[in-house]
């Protein structure tokens, strides 16, 4: 019996000698988005806090994990009325819903360098299943302080009324001031643990 055992440890010890724990660093990260506004042109706005945790397989990146949190308050789009109607019931609700997360499902290898990273986005307390597409991660690389760092960047769009985010206003020239389609962009760097 002891036989079997050993070598069913000897597994479970090499897979995960292979993954490694990153933390998000929230200094060198930034979670975008874009929405077309009036129907003519594009409004960008971006949450300054993210942080979150990636399980790194390097090995095999489809058997990686990552979980990322942001902080709904921290949304900025330079304009302090806007970020004020956003953060309020019409929109992300911050007081009742301070956070927006993500938890990967599944990652697929579409080709070397490029990912298909599946799982639920919850923003105002409905979850979805969203694909982001993704780059890198790119080769671990040593900073001045000793630390080794990996970065990824992703993209999505999601629909916003998905989301419980209906909010918008009809236009005297028709059409309506809030588009429904948002990109989503994320430039995150990891710093491991």
Do not use: C, Y
Not at 27 to 35: L, M, R, T, W
Not at 59 to 85: C, F, G, K
Not at 87 to 111: Q, W
Not at 116 to 124: C, F, K, N, Q, S
């Amino acid at each position: 019996m002891s036989a079997q055992a050993t070598p069913q440890t000897t597994a479970t010890a090499t897979a995960t000698a292979t993954t490694t724990t990153w933390n998000i660093d929230t200094a060198h990260s930034v979670a975008e988005f874009k929405v077309k506004h009036m129907m003519i042109s594009n409004v960008k706005g971006q949450f300054a806090k993210v942080t979150g945790v990636l399980s790194l397989d390097e090995s095999d990146l489809t058997d990686s994990r990552v979980e990322v949190s942001i902080e709904a308050a921290s949304i900025e789009t330079r304009d302090a009325q806007r970020d004020a109607h956003l953060k309020s019931a019409d929109f992300f609700d911050v007081e009742k819903f301070p956070t927006l997360s993500f938890k990967s499902t599944r990652i697929g290898l579409v080709r070397d360098g490029e990912l298909a990273v599946e799982g639920d986005l919850t923003i105002r307390g409905v979850t979805r299943k969203v694909l982001f597409s993704v780059e890198g991660p790119t080769p671990p690389t040593k900073d001045p302080w000793g630390n080794t760092r990996v970065a990824v960047s992703a993209t999505t769009k999601i629909n916003r009324k998905d989301f419980g985010l209906t909010w918008n206003t009809a236009l005297e020239t028709g059409g309506i001031l809030v588009g429904d389609e948002v990109t989503i962009a994320l430039d995150v760097e990891f710093v491991k643990a």
